[in-house]
Every structure is written in structure tokens, then in C-alpha cells.
């Protein structure tokens, strides 16, 4: 009987400390850090269809367009495919508070289907382009 006392006392030291690292009344939240703004072309479903390759090709081309003068298409191709292919064609330099804004439309050929979409990216300090 002695050993079972001894047992259950030594359960019990161990269980006790460990039941209560829930129950401290902490209402403080784990910090998450912030994801960093995802470039335009992650918000366009067009993209989706396209393999890492030409998704690389179609963003560099919608760089090149933001970057670029207004109402100029800049186009891109498939290496791998070549029924698929694209441009963009960015609008003037709008300013929205402190960073430059453009509009502009992104247009993906599939099989000879094409693809359309149309938003905003605005500059950032870094020299990058985000949608806003």
C-alpha cells in the first residue's frame, strides 16, 4: 500500500505542474509575422492555368509593362507550349496619396482562347509593383 501512495504521489508531482500550463489565464496570442505583399500576379486567376515558366514570363512582362511607357504591349511566349502566349498593356502614371498607381490589362492566349484581366498596381519603395 505504501508503494502505490509512493506512486501516486510521484503521478501526482509530475500531472500537476503539467495540467495547469494550460490554465495560466494568458489571453496573449502567438505573434505572426506578416506576410510581405504578394506581387499583382498572384491575384489574377488567369495566371493560374500557366506552369512556373510562363508564369515567370507572363510577370516579367507585367514588370516590364508597369515599368514602361503607357499603351505599349509588351508580349511574351511559351518555351513549352507555343499556343500559349500573352501581353500586358499598363495605363498612365496615376498618383493614389504617395505611391504612383497604374492600371492595366494582362490578356493570356490558351489554344487560342484568350484570357483577360484588368487591375491596379501601385509602386513601392522597394521598386516593386503590388495591386492595391
Given at each position: 500500500m505504501t508503494k502505490s501512495i509512493v506512486k501516486l504521489f510521484g503521478l501526482v508531482l509530475v500531472a500537476l505542474p503539467l495540467a495547469g500550463c494550460g490554465l495560466t489565464g494568458s489571453t496573449t496570442q502567438p505573434t505572426v509575422a506578416a506576410a510581405p505583399p504578394t506581387p499583382a500576379t498572384s491575384n489574377s486567376p488567369i495566371l493560374d492555368s500557366l506552369d512556373p515558366a510562363d508564369r515567370a514570363r507572363a510577370e516579367q512582362a507585367r514588370r516590364a509593362a508597369l515599368d514602361g511607357k503607357a499603351k505599349v504591349s509588351v508580349d511574351w511566349k511559351s518555351d513549352s507550349?507555343?499556343?500559349?502566349?500573352?501581353?500586358?498593356?499598363?495605363?498612365?502614371?496615376?498618383?493614389?496619396?504617395?505611391?504612383?498607381?497604374?492600371?492595366?490589362?494582362?490578356?493570356?492566349?490558351?489554344?487560342?482562347?484568350p484570357s483577360v484581366a484588368r487591375s491596379t498596381a501601385c509602386r513601392q519603395p522597394d521598386g516593386g509593383w503590388v495591386n492595391s
Open positions: 507550349n507555343a499556343s500559349t502566349h500573352g501581353s500586358v498593356v499598363a495605363g498612365p502614371l496615376q498618383n493614389q496619396g504617395a505611391a504612383p498607381c497604374r492600371q492595366y490589362s494582362q490578356t493570356i492566349y490558351k489554344e487560342g482562347v
